[in-house]
Each structure stands twice: as C-alpha cells, then as structure tokens.
C-alpha cells in the first residue's frame, strides 16, 4: 500500500530576508498561510537561540494563523523547552545548534546526548507534543531515539545533497538504510536538509519515509518563479517519485 508523502515548507529564510533590512517584509507568516494554500502539509519554523531569523512573535502568529500542523525546530535548552510548553505545537523537532554555524551542521548526537536529552524528550511528550529528533541516517542514532522514547525522527539529507555526484549513491544507500531500520523499530520517518528539485525524487522514491522538509532551497527558488510554483513543482515531483516506487502511473 501506498503512503502519502507530506511535504512540510521552512519559512525561515524568509525571516532571514527581513531580518537583513530589521523591517517586517518579507513576513514569514505570509509565506507560511502562502504556503499551506500551495499545498504544503505542514510548516516548520525553528527558533534559534540567537533569533537570527524566525523571532518569538513568528511563533505567536503562526500558532494562530495556519491551520495545517507546526513543527517547531528547537535547541535542547531549557529557554526553548519553556516555549514549546507554552505554545504546544504539534510537533516538536529537536536540532543541534551552535551559534557559529551558518545553517544546521549535521544531525543531533542522540547517542552521546542521551542523557541531556531524556528530561526534554520527556517533558515534551507528557505535554502532547510530538517528539522528533533530526539525526544522521545511522543505525546507533535511531536506537538512542527509541530508547529515548521519541516517536519520529528526520534524517539529515544534507551529505547525500551537498556531496559529488559520484558519491551520491553510496550517500543515499545510508538514507534508504536507516529508514528501512526506524520502519523495524516502529519509528515515524521524515527526512530533510538540502533537497531540491534535482535530490527529492530519490528520496520521495524510499516508502518508509512519510514526511520530507525542505525550507532554503524552496525559499530561494521563490525569487526566480514564486513560492506557489516551487512549493507545486516539489509536491508534483515527490508524488510522481512515489508513484513509480509504488509500480503507479502518476497523472
């Protein structure tokens, strides 16, 4: 049987433009009810420790403003922890973060983090929110997210995206591994960072996977040909990825 596929659309970027200029335009709230009409499943938004795109007003909006699910990105901190509480998104994605890097760098270390993250992966779920942990498709990493008691994890597709074409492979054989494993562990899969209209097809073609978020790429691609469009042109490749998979003939 056949999975639907969600795309979920980060609208951080967009807080990224605005921010350059410290007025309110572009509004990522705009581009999130913009999005979900496109035909986005879900919006992401992740609020970093130092604000550097989407602020805590964002968050206020977005609450209130879309009606499709919100999967809040946060840091393991306490100062974090207090917000989700307070705003009790659908889904909770939890990311490493250092305030040197210029975008997520790689996946969260659930092994060697475990015990830190046990109190937020707990507090987070007794309030009915949905865990996630962004993590490297390796196997040791969805152990620790079982064991930790997480429901979902997203795989960091960053490496397949980023490396030579030659490399590309071997790269998404890590991907189609671990997620054929968090399916034996009875975990939710998502898969994210890095796609664009040349990567998401492989990656839409893996039936374990159920949810893939894509943020920069689609923000960027919006200054060419619009949001509707890349959001529309995505959604089309990801379905007619999995409808191959599936032996279907797509539309």
């Not at 989700?84 to 975008?103: D, G, M, N, Q, Y």
């Not at 494993?181 to 796609?195: K, Y």
Request: hydrophobic content about 40%; proline content about 4%.
């Amino acid at each position: 049987m056949k999975r639907f596929l969600r795309l979920g659309v980060n609208i951080d970027h967009v807080a990224t433009v605005r921010n350059a200029r410290g007025i309110r335009h572009p509004d990522p709230v705009r581009a999130a009810v913009l999005a979900e009409k496109s035909g986005a499943d879900g919006i992401t938004a992740h609020l970093r420790e130092d604000r550097r795109h989407i602020a805590d007003d964002d968050i206020d909006r977005l609450m209130s403003e879309i009606s499709v699910p919100l999967n809040f990105e946060m840091a393991a901190t306490d100062e974090m922890l207090e917000i989700a509480l307070r705003h009790k998104p659908h889904a909770a994605c939890i990311v490493p973060e250092k305030r040197e890097e210029l975008t997520t760098e790689g996946g969260l270390d659930a092994v060697g983090g475990h015990n830190h993250l046990q109190h937020y992966v707990g507090e987070l779920s007794k309030a009915g929110i949905r865990v996630s942990l962004f993590i490297d498709p390796e196997p040791a990493q969805l152990d620790a997210a079982v064991s930790l008691g997480a429901p979902v994890v997203e795989l960091h597709t960053g490496r397949y995206c980023e490396v030579e074409p030659a490399e590309q492979d071997a790269e998404l054989e890590r991907v189609i591994v671990a997620a054929a494993h968090a399916e034996t562990l009875g975990l939710e899969c998502h898969a994210g960072h890095g796609l664009s209209f040349d990567t998401v097809g492989p990656v839409a073609a893996i039936p374990t996977i159920v949810e893939l978020n894509i943020g920069h790429f689609l923000i960027g691609e919006a200054i060419f040909g619009g949001l509707e469009s890349a959001i529309k042109r995505t959604r089309a490749l990801m379905d007619k990825a999995r409808a191959e998979v599936s032996g279907e003939r797509s539309a």
